[in-house]
Every structure is written in structure tokens, then in C-alpha cells.
């Protein structure tokens, strides 16, 4: 087991990452249906990945694959007032509740809501909240959408690495979330609390698309890091896209709980109760 983990961390890991990233980045977006399907036959050889549900079966790239549209109805949002929903399909890597302004990415391995949130931004609404990370196999549906009615109010771009986030390397490295490039995403709920969505790009994926931004942010981005925005949403609306699979972590304050059947390891679906909003007294 231990040799096996060697080979995956050497094989995704001690790589010219981000060279690679960009490589995969201009291959997939390469307009051809004889490629696009050839590519997606190698594809399912090596995931589960099921398109039962994509709105088109066809597909001119490999990026017309990986951020494809669902059909009408394929996943249910819950509406309930005081649920806060998952924005995404995933599996929970780690959830629970911040100590202090400290998070665990895997056992032992600690890392701080500064760093990951940057130098820019006051993390003091999320000082012994509650947080979930949501990891997105490559296989998975790619977009992400509104977990409540909000506000999307800041965006802050931070330019980093494209280490992979799987559970191996997670246990390898440490602060892994901080290196890596990502986006934190303040948002304010019609109730009144705020949140964060912390998307965190890995290797082949460092673009993450948002729509209320017509914004493409990747490793090359050059543009503004701080994005000062106002965007509504309402709930299950769609924020925006990776380009791949990658990772989603959700920050609330003091108060949320996390939703019956969240834990590490299980897999959700976008819409899926993902916490509990504080109720009033």
C-alpha cells in the first residue's frame, strides 16, 4: 500500500506541474469529435465517470466534457430556509468545526484561515465556525451553485501552485490548500450571516470560470487579485465552473451545524443539505 502511495504522489506530483497544467489546459480545449471521444474512452478507463445525466451526449472537446450542463431536474436543491446546501457534487475530505482560526486538511496536518484566505481578508466571521471540504473527482459534474439565496460581495485571486489534492498527497503536504492557486468568495446570506466558498485549483485544472464576473482566473491570470463585486443569487443558481476536478471548502460562523450524514468520506450532491443555520432563540 505504501509503495502504491509512493508511485501516486511520484507519478502527480514530482512533475513539472503547472507546465503540465497548461499543456492539459490547451489540449482539452482542442475542437475535434474524433479526439474529444477518443480522449473520453481513455478517460472512463481510469474513472467512473457518467454522462447519463449530461444535457448533450455529444461532445465537441475534452473541456466541452468536463464542464458540461446537467439535464433539467438531475439534481434536487433542498429549498428549506434553514438548510444551507453542497454547491457541488463531491466527496467531504474533512468538515467539522474550526478551532480558533486553525483547520485540519487531513490528520496532523493543520493549516490557518489567513493563509488560505490570504493577507487581504479579515477571517474573524469564521473564528470557531464550521467548515466542510468538498473534493471533486475528476469524473464529477464541474459546476458549482448558490448554497442559499447570497450575496457574492468580494473575490479575492490567489495565484499559487497546482499540487494534486488527493487524500495521499493531503497527507504529504503540508498547507497544501495554501499553496495551491484558489479563490475565496465572501458572501453575505439574505439572513444576514456571512460565508466563504474557497474554490482551490489542482494539477491539470487552475482555471475556475465565474459567471457573475465573466471571468476566467487561471495561472497565467494577470489581471486585479482583489474583485470587489455584487452579485445575487438565489439558491441552486450556478456560480460558475472548474475547468476539472478540484476541491470546494465552505466557511461559516459560529452556530451552523453540520447537516445529518455529512462526515469524512461521504460523497453529496449538489442541492444536498450540506449545514444547519443557526435557529433563532
Not at 65 to 91: K, N
Amino acid at each position: 500500500m505504501l509503495q502504491q502511495e509512493d508511485l501516486n504522489f511520484l507519478l502527480t506530483n514530482r512533475i513539472p506541474r503547472i507546465a503540465l497544467t497548461r499543456l492539459m489546459g490547451k489540449f482539452s480545449q482542442i475542437r475535434h469529435p474524433l479526439l474529444a471521444r477518443a480522449s473520453i474512452a481513455i478517460w472512463r478507463l481510469f474513472t467512473d465517470l457518467d454522462l447519463s445525466d449530461a444535457k448533450k451526449q455529444k461532445f465537441d472537446s475534452l473541456h466541452d466534457c468536463f464542464t458540461r450542463e446537467l439535464v433539467a431536474g438531475a439534481r434536487r436543491v433542498d429549498m428549506a430556509t434553514e438548510v444551507l446546501s453542497s454547491p457541488c457534487d463531491a466527496i467531504v475530505g474533512a468538515c467539522g468545526q474550526v478551532e480558533g482560526r486553525q483547520i485540519f486538511q487531513a490528520k496532523g496536518f493543520p493549516y490557518s484561515m489567513q493563509d488560505l484566505f490570504g493577507p487581504t481578508q479579515d477571517t474573524s466571521a469564521f473564528q470557531d465556525g464550521m467548515f466542510v471540504t468538498l473534493r471533486l473527482t475528476s469524473a464529477m459534474y464541474h459546476r458549482f451553485h448558490a448554497p442559499q439565496d447570497c450575496t457574492v460581495e468580494h473575490v479575492t485571486h490567489i495565484a499559487g501552485d497546482t499540487w494534486n489534492v488527493n487524500p495521499i498527497a493531503l497527507k504529504r503536504v503540508e498547507r497544501l490548500f495554501c499553496r495551491n492557486e484558489r479563490a475565496v468568495l465572501r458572501s453575505r446570506l439574505k439572513t444576514g450571516e456571512q460565508i466563504a466558498i474557497v474554490p482551490v485549483a489542482a494539477i491539470l485544472v487552475a482555471s475556475l470560470r465565474l459567471h457573475f464576473l465573466d471571468l476566467l482566473l487561471h495561472v497565467d491570470y494577470q489581471g486585479a487579485n482583489e474583485l470587489p463585486c455584487r452579485a445575487s443569487f438565489k439558491k441552486g443558481e450556478e456560480m460558475g465552473w472548474f475547468q476539472h476536478g478540484s476541491t470546494i471548502i465552505v466557511f461559516a460562523p459560529k452556530g451552523f451545524t453540520l447537516s445529518p450524514g455529512i462526515g469524512n468520506g461521504s460523497r453529496i450532491r449538489t442541492g444536498q443539505a450540506l449545514m444547519q443555520l443557526p435557529q433563532p432563540s
